[in-house]
């Protein structure tokens, strides 16, 4: 299985690592060219420099064929855009994108695009960690 | 009416200048602290700071009404790419116009359904390859919804429709001659004109057939 990762930071290096440990073999793209240290010093998947925007840099990374899409660069609109080119133009089915603003994530989530908001992650789990706090009693709230 | 600006650079804010100077209401979005705090001293309260692709900066410049237009015209294709689906989609707003910065993202905002957009480095390049001669047959105007282009093409004595009725012509399907401009004056184009070598040809054609009808006027 062929995938491909837009956007070669902390999140997407870390997605196509494990991507490739499970098997799949994988493309990345990222505008920077030290973004490949972040792949470790023996990557086997390819490597494009460029902006995940531009079709031909796509076509090069072999969209058409990819039967994933992963974007998590680190500009909300970059990955909402790449994520419905990558959707509607080159119809891959597994398209998933970062959005880090929880309202364009839910907007775009209602739009069937496969969104996930990390804010939304974080704040629901620091939540429940607050939740899961032994308050003593005489200092409960109340 | 009402409009939204989205983006207070140079084109942005000289287009909301002109549309309050018509004496139209308007909110200007500007998301950078320099650029909004010179824009606040001529444009008051109605410039308002922020990034409008975020739902409640549109909101708290009055999404929500709808306007009747929001220009998305940020030096980022992708940001005026979402403001427009946004205001769409999410508001119900009658009309987006975008601007295009790169016109290699023209096609992006053509997949979204995004038009009318204005790329003012496409313009340009259309009006250079007009003035060049090489250019053998020069794109005048894209109607986008209509999916239809205007071009136009100089005839010349090698041509093969040099001397030919426009009714004995084998145009493609899908296009029309619309107009002969010879020694300066131009003429509807109907089935008895003939076309000379000199003639300046507009036709509107879909976007496509240019080939075809390269090769029925001009040559192989």
Redesign the interface.
């Known amino acids: 299985m062929k995938a491909l990762v837009i956007g070669c930071g902390r999140v997407g290096s870390s997605i196509a690592l494990q991507l490739d440990e499970e098997g799949w073999d994988v493309a990345v793209i990222d505008e920077k060219e030290d973004a490949l240290s972040r792949l470790g010093d023996h990557w086997p998947g390819s490597f494009l420099v460029g902006h995940g925007?531009?079709?031909d840099l796509l076509h090069a990374a072999g969209i058409e064929d990819a039967d994933a899409v992963v974007v998590a660069t680190d500009?909300?609109?970059?990955n909402?855009?790449i994520g419905?080119?990558a959707q509607?133009?080159f119809d891959v089915r597994c398209v998933v994108v970062r959005v880090l603003?929880p309202?364009?994530a839910r907007?775009y989530a209602e739009?069937g695009l496969r969104t996930v908001c990390p804010t939304s992650v974080a704040i629901d789990t620091l939540m429940e960690a607050v939740r899961a706090c032994e308050i003593p009693a005489t200092k409960a709230v109340g | 009416m009402y409009l939204i600006v989205a983006g207070g650079g140079k084109v942005g804010a000289n287009v909301a200048r002109s549309l309050l100077r018509l004496g139209y209401e308007l909110t200007l979005i500007e998301q950078r602290r320099d650029q909004y705090e010179r824009l606040e001293d001529e444009f008051e309260h109605q410039v308002q700071r922020g990034d409008a692709t975020e739902l409640f900066v549109l909101e708290r410049a009055g999404i929500a009404r709808p306007p009747d237009i929001v220009l998305a015209l940020t030096g980022d294709d992708e940001d005026n790419m979402v403001i427009c689906q946004i205001a769409r989609e999410r508001y119900d707003v009658p009309k987006v116009i975008a601007r295009v910065n790169d016109p290699r993202n023209q096609a992006h905002f053509d997949l979204l359904g995004i038009s009318p957009t204005v790329c003012a480095t496409a313009r340009i390049m259309a009006l250079v390859e007009h003035e060049v001669p090489e250019h053998d047959l020069i794109h005048l105007l894209e109607l986008r919804r209509e999916n239809l282009e205007i071009v136009e093409v100089q005839i010349d004595r090698d041509s093969p429709s040099a001397g030919k009725r426009v009714e004995g012509l084998a145009l493609p399907e899908g296009s029309r001659l619309i107009s002969v401009m010879r020694n300066g004056k131009a003429e509807i184009a109907v089935g008895a004109t003939t076309l000379e070598a000199g003639d300046q040809v507009l036709a509107i054609l879909e976007p496509g057939k240019e080939d075809e009808l390269r090769r029925v006027l001009l040559s192989t």
């Open positions: 925007m531009d079709v500009g909300d609109n970059t909402i855009v419905q080119v509607k133009r603003d309202a364009r907007f739009r």
